[in-house]
């Protein structure tokens, strides 16, 4: 288990100017020391980039004279022995970060999704809140810009009506920008974004901010821009490793722009960066998918996102395919694909911490755990969907309804919001609360927590949901693992079950999970069965 | 549907088909696949075919003009004095017979509204179907009647009592009784579609039953009708002269009253008999919660009042008449009938196989010598079993068929058991329109979740000892040591078709083990094929039956091998391959409400399935093996 040092200062509206200076001054050098940490791969550079920062934007994260509030707040300050960045030799329990397991339900996120929806144009599997603004050229230019300038100014308005009501936001421990294509914004609608973030709740030391980008819609200098906002990790939208197959899937990029764009992550010392791949494209063969993996590991990414395509209605593949028919892959050469993701990057050196997701040790991406863990998260934007206070919102996925919904967050700004405020009738009820744990917990590597079933939901449950999966346990789909995330033997569940005894249960096991990849590979199949075990569930 | 119940065939033992696995086929398979070929090929058979509810706009009333004083009268008050007594020489009685979808109910509305027996404001679509599942299909499943006053041009008033009847073969029993219980039948024909099987079909009825018959071509307001084609289509056809055939659109309101001047003209009186001992024919009967059985029938000969103690001379059960009325279509009470005249009563009778259709009451003091004729003991063609989906319904299950029993003489039931299926019942229906409105009123009317095998007929089994075992199940079938021969039902199947057609009809039904018995042009382009075939088929259904369950069990966890046999010896198999892997999207912030409900969705199709050992199978496919019919080539 990680040591975690954990310094409070807590401040206030008395205190005295110097403590809120302290504090200040705190936060900052944690969070550029890690940011610096992160950006780097070589000592040697190191204090380059140091220089860089601040040679280049003095102060810009945390130097803000503005935020009178700051002192107001209770600021942690992690000095983690165990970081994200991989540069412990200690090894964290796969996908787990225990101490922040169980975040309660009243307590306000520490991580936001901000959705940035401009893209060149729709893929053709997309069925995303998209806006396409077409290639960049001289006469689209100013109506591009305008159109983000304008869209940008819709978000942040609703990011500080959202926030700033709050009483106390808690510093943000991740941060994520989705699309869309991120990377086609400019830098400078980026900062402002993270500047409001900081100003409002500020950020947690070692924060991830991750950025969604495509190849093909940046060059090394808006990279570094990028970075220089803050962006600490980067999720590249590779796809596929052929050109026959991106312009089949409508991607606006081709493969040179892909290893252009490696390139300058490289160059730039980027170690935190995703690569994300589709499996089973239209007209694939194993032998391609194959040949993808094997540049993918090349390529030496933190960690890798396998994205099943899946066909969408109103979309050209749903117009055009069908799941499981000719040109797409059949199911057995789909799973087969999975499969060999699985056993490649294993192989590699990814950890299979989630179903479509592969990390190097300490770089899985924590902006997603918080979703898999059930845990709260703002959401602002086109389409975003926020789960605060037990409550999920999604917001609209058109633009002129967004822009309306934004006018009524400001409208409201001086009142409490029924979202952003704790409201127990609000909240979805223990089943709903309860399968959306299963759902998602089954996701990870880790499973299902029967400790923390049992003291959130009750025994009965627990034993419930034990007995539902007993079946796929005893087929091998699933996995029942001790305290150490080693697999141990179903005779002791069985046993436990049928004695009835919660003791026995707590004492021994602690997870179940999946099996990889059997079990992953039907986890709708498992999921909702145990769904339908559950009384009225 | 000439349905040869009793001429049943000889099959080779070895022929036996997977009726004995639960697999099989009835008529209906025969009926429905050849509707297929209707569909494509716009062929007609004597077998019903499916019915379809078809949307009618709702009737407008007619402007009537009549030249009596109570012409001044909006038609809503004409029919207020219905009740009153006319002499019998002024009784009509009368059915509408006609194909489905040719505009009978139509009509039939339009003709209460014009008697301003049913105002507009209560009237609602097809007023004499009044069940919800008739309503839904637009079909009738139970005939009812109506007692209509209409006052004629010369201003004569006439008592008009329109006795509908059930509209698919499963019921040509009840179609039957209720024509003998009239005078008359309004034949209605399609102006665009012509002849079809059912017209004939019901025509020989009508006929058998000496029925002044009144052609009628409807829906002349279509494009598409061709009244001349229609007309020489009945006279050659049917042999009736339609030389005055009415022209009429009941949609439109267009011939109603020269409809209700031809009743009344060309439908003899009913004879006046009225001092013989009472006889009266039970044309439908239902069952009511409150008052006992509730008794239509028409009386031929003598009288009936309240009080009288009558006898039901079939089932020799004894009743006080507790109340007497006539249906205008909603009961109204009165206090005496007299021959010619149509009614009903209620007389606390526990169960409606005590008052069965077509069995005739007469007056328990003053008895009639002999019943009236054509009485049938109902007898079930198809078989199926009806399993609840729930275990714990099993009960309910029971106590939902008791109850439908005392309403349906027809249904039979037994309890039965299965490995697969767990405890319910092995039930009878007259055929499978009536097994499927069995079916649906148990899940409708009593909440029942239900999984119905497929359903099969009744095999004769002879047996060395001379014995005849019939049985309807495979688990009856007797030892194969003591069987001599296994015989099973057929039909009589009568196809009507474009010339065109007649080759690939032919095919069909040799390829269904069809015997050839003769072939008939009636126009130069139309022709009636005759076969003799089984009334089951067998080894397409095994073959059918097993692609079906193929398409339609999802793949799961493992591998399921499906097998049609007969006994040990398999006819077809196919396999479902073990689900390799699920739609894995991925799952953020914005997918996780989507997921969740499509994984709950899924988790509630899981619940409604039945495990079948390990397999879990969903109704659908049940319910498709069903009506695996319409698909069967």
Known sequence: MKTAISVVAMASASASSKCAAF?????????????????????????????????????????????????????????????????????????LFRDDAHVRRNELPSSGYVHLPFCKRRCFYCDFAIVAVGERNTTSAAHIDSTMDSYVNSLCAEVVATLEKLPQPSPLKTLFFGGGTPSLLPAHHLSRIIEIFDRICGFHSNAEVSIEMDPGTFDRVKMKEFLNCGVNRISLGVQAFNDDFLKACGRSHGLQDVYEAIDIIHDLGVRNWSLDLISSLPHQTVELWEESLRKTIELAPAHVSVYDLQIEEGTKFGTWYKPGQHPLPNEDNSAAFYRLASSLLKEAGYEHY?????????????????????????????????????????????????????????????????????????????????????????????????????????????????????????????????????????????????RGSASLLEKDIMFIRLADPEGFLLSNEIISSLFSALPSG | MDLLSRHYQAVPQNDLHPAFLGLSVSHSQLSLSHARAERGQRCRILLGTRCQSSAIEAPELPDIKLPHPSSLLHAIDMGKDRLSKVPVSQIRNFSIIAHIDHGKSTLADKLLQTTGTVSDREMKQQFLDNMDLERERGITIKLQAARMRYVTKDGVPYCLNLIDTPGHVDFSYEVSRSLAACEGALLVVDASQGVEAQTLANVYLALE??????????????????????????????????????????????????????????????????????????????YDAYRGVIVYFRVVDG????????????????????????????????????????????????????????????????????????????????????????????????????????????????PESSTAMGFGFRCGFLGLLHMEIVQERLEREYSLNLITTAPSVVYRVLCVDDLVVECSNPSELPDPANRVAIEEPFVNIEMITPKAYIGPLMELAQERRGEFKEMQYITENRATVTYILPLAEAFSVGRALTQKLKELIPRQMFKIPIQAAIGSRIIASEAISAMRKDVLAKCYGGDISRKKKLLKKQAEGKKRMKSVGRVEVPQDAFMAVLRLEKEVV
């Open chain 1, 23 to 95: 504090c200040k001054q705190t936060r900052r050098s944690h969070f550029n020391s890690t940011l610096r940490a992160q950006l780097c791969t070589q000592r040697s550079s190191f204090s380059d980039v140091n220089r860089q920062h601040n040679q280049h934007r003095p102060g810009l994260l945390f130097a803000s004279s503005r935020d009178s509030k700051l002192h107001e707040r209770i600021v942690y300050v992690h000095s983690s022995a165990h970081s994200e960045l991989g540069l412990e030799d200690k090894k964290p329990p796969l996908g």
């Open chain 1, 354 to 498: 989630e179903i479509s997701n592969y990390a190097k040790p300490g770089f899985q991406c924590r902006h997603n755990l918080v979703y898999w863990k059930n845990q709260s998260y703002y959401g602002f934007g086109l389409g975003a969907t926020s789960y605060v206070n037990g409550k999920r919102l999604s917001r609209p996925r058109k633009w002129k309804e967004y822009a309306d919904f934004v006018d009524l967050c400001i409208q409201q700004k001086q009142q409490k919001s029924a979202e952003l405020c704790a409201n127990e009738d609000a909240m979805e009820n223990v089943v709903d609360t309860l399968c959306d744990t299963i759902m998602l917990s089954l996701r990870l590597a880790c499973g299902l927590d029967l400790h923390y079933i049992s003291r959130t939901f009750g025994y009965d449950w627990c034993s419930c949901i034990c007995k539902g999966l007993m079946p796929f346990i005893k087929s091998g789909h699933a996995v029942v693992l001790d305290s150490n995330l080693k697999s141990m033997s179903s005779d002791v569940l069985s046993e436990a079950i049928s």
């Open chain 2, 209 to 286: 039953n000496n029925l002044e018959i009144i052609p009628v071509l409807n829906k002349i307001d279509l494009p598409g009708a061709d009244a001349e084609r229609v007309r020489s289509e009945i006279e050659e056809i049917v042999g009736l002269d339609c030389s005055d055939a009415i022209l009429c659109s009941a949609k439109e309101g267009i011939g109603i009253r020269e409809i209700l001047e031809s009743i009344v003209t060309k439908i003899p009186a009913p004879k006046d008999t009225s001092t013989n001992p009472l006889r009266a024919l039970i044309f439908d009967s239902y």
């Open chain 2, 303 to 414: 009288s009936i009042k309240k009080h009288d103690k009558i006898l039901f001379m079939a089932s020799d059960k004894e009743y006080e008449v507790d109340e007497i009325g006539v249906l205008s279509p909603s009961q109204m009470q009165v206090d005496e009938l007299v021959a010619g005249e149509v009614g009903y009563l209620a007389a606390s009778i526990r169960s409606v196989a005590d008052a069965r259709v077509g069995d005739t009451i007469t007056n328990a003091a003053k008895k009639a010598e002999t019943a009236l004729p054509g009485y049938q003991e109902a007898t079930p063609m198809v078989f199926c079993g009806l399993f609840p989906v729930d275990a714990d319904q099993f009960t309910e299950l029971r106590d939902a068929l008791e109850k439908l029993q005392l309403n349906d003489a027809a249904l039979k039931y037994e």
